[in-house]
């Protein structure tokens, strides 16, 4: 893995973006910010980074967005047929 004149490592701002998207996306807008942490983990992965930063961020980014798309079900769909 080359590094960068800072001192980072390619795609390690993308991990690291990931990371707090997955976390924020547990609380808030989960559908959107799912989305957009698991397109930052896999900018992260496509340049080269494979450190354990992505994969959390892969991982909290899809709970973030199936916990989001179950909520959206559980809260808007009853009420259209009420």
Do not use: H
Not at 6 to 32: D, M, R, T
Not at 51 to 67: C, E, K, P, Q
């Amino acid at each position: 893995m080359q590094e960068n004149n800072n001192g980072s490592q390619p795609g390690q701002g993308a991990a690291v973006a990931s990371l707090i998207l997955g976390i924020v996306g547990l609380f808030f807008a989960g559908i959107i910010l799912g989305i957009i942490g698991l397109a930052m983990a896999s900018k992260a992965k496509n340049a080269g980074y494979v450190g354990g930063l992505r994969t959390a961020g892969f991982v909290l980014s899809l709970i973030s967005l199936v916990s989001g798309a179950v909520a959206f079900i559980a809260c808007y769909i009853p009420a259209m047929f009420m």
